[in-house]
């Protein structure tokens, strides 16, 4: 049975997993201080970190067109369909998966197609990809692939640290007390993914080191992280992503460590130096 894997363009898969022709991404765009970001292979993140400093407001984000997903769907007209969105509490993304999946079953019946809600983005979101490919490939049945990952999913953990919260405050994810509050102290916050996909507080640093120090202390004292492999996914920030890789390695038992480069998507809610750390 022939399968193809399509994401949502904050799944921050590699460029070397993208030459994996079962994998295709439906890309967003991003608008910001008057300009639009397509967040494809063209995409520019030095562009976009300059254009959202610059800008007053909010960048926005809109999703995937449900033909877009659609096509993505058909390519190479395979038998069974397995759709990865970042979480259905932050993006639209899943919602017009979903709707492509009420397209394609009228069309094409005979298909298999499941639309998966990461509750989680960027890291989590390739955990997950990563996962179906592995089920798939060795020949289980779609509807077992599908139950073996909805619980993958409920299993995995989501954390990040961010260095601006500027982003979080301007789209209304954050109050702007707590915003205001963190910014004057430089406070940072420890965040995690609920179980639904909501973002939460886990506590707080004074130092972006000190924070990413808890996180891998938190991961290290958790007994069900042994023998998994973290995602570590950072915007602009690669010696942050090897200091994380680093203490994981002395600390944690993770059987492997993958470290990933933030997407459009990624970097409109990360920010420039954010961290986003997923196991599972």
């Known amino acids: 049975m022939s399968f193809k894997i399509v994401v949502d363009s904050c799944c921050d898969l590699t460029p070397q997993?993208?030459?994996?022709?079962?994998?295709?991404?439906?890309p967003l765009t991003i608008q910001s201080n008057g300009s639009t970001f397509v967040?494809?292979?063209?995409?520019?993140?030095?562009d976009l970190l300059w254009s959202m400093k610059q800008s007053?407001?909010?960048?926005?984000?809109?999703c995937p067109s449900p033909q877009v997903y659609l096509d993505a769907y058909c390519e190479g007209d395979p038998d069974d369909v397995y759709v990865v969105t970042l979480s259905a509490l932050l993006s639209g993304s899943h919602n017009s998966a979903e709707q492509a999946k009420l397209m394609l079953e009228e069309d094409r019946p005979q298909v298999n197609v499941h639309v998966f809600n990461s509750c989680s983005a960027a890291s989590g979101e390739v955990l997950v990809a990563l996962k179906i490919r592995e089920l798939a490939e060795s020949g289980?049945?779609?509807?077992?692939?599908?139950?073996?990952?909805?619980?993958?999913?409920?299993?995995?953990?989501?954390?990040?640290?961010?260095?601006?919260?500027?982003?979080?405050?301007?789209?209304?994810?954050?109050?702007?007390?707590?915003?205001?509050v963190t910014g004057a102290?430089?406070?940072?916050?420890?965040?995690?993914?609920?179980?639904?996909?909501?973002?939460?507080?886990?506590?707080?640093?004074?130092?972006?080191?000190?924070?990413?120090?808890?996180?891998?202390?938190?991961?290290?004292?958790?007994?069900?992280h042994e023998g998994r492999t973290l995602?570590?996914?950072?915007?602009?920030?690669?010696?942050r992503a090897f200091l994380v890789?680093?203490?994981?390695?002395?600390?944690?038992?993770?059987?492997?460590?993958?470290?990933?480069?933030?997407?459009?998507?990624?970097?409109?809610?990360a920010?420039?130096?954010?961290v986003v750390l997923a196991y599972g």
């Open 39 to 46: 967040d494809d292979e063209n995409f520019d993140q030095a």
């Open 185 to 224: 102290l430089r406070i940072k916050l420890m965040m995690s993914a609920t179980p639904e996909g909501e973002i939460c507080k886990l506590g707080q640093a004074m130092s972006m080191k000190q924070a990413l120090t808890k996180l891998v202390d938190r991961m290290a004292a958790d007994p069900n």
């Open 56 to 62: 007053e407001q909010a960048p926005s984000t809109a």
């Open 271 to 274: 920010n420039d130096g954010g």
């Open 140 to 180: 289980m049945p779609f509807k077992h692939v599908v139950r073996e990952v909805e619980q993958f999913i409920y299993q995995m953990q989501t954390l990040f640290v961010l260095e601006s919260l500027e982003n979080l405050r301007k789209n209304g994810r954050l109050t702007k007390l707590q915003a205001v």
């Open 245 to 269: 890789k680093a203490m994981a390695e002395q600390k944690c038992k993770f059987a492997h460590i993958l470290l990933l480069e933030a997407g459009g998507i990624t970097t409109v809610y």
């Open 231 to 239: 995602a570590i996914c950072h915007c602009n920030c690669l010696e």
């Open 17 to 26: 997993m993208l030459k994996d022709p079962c994998f295709v991404k439906a």
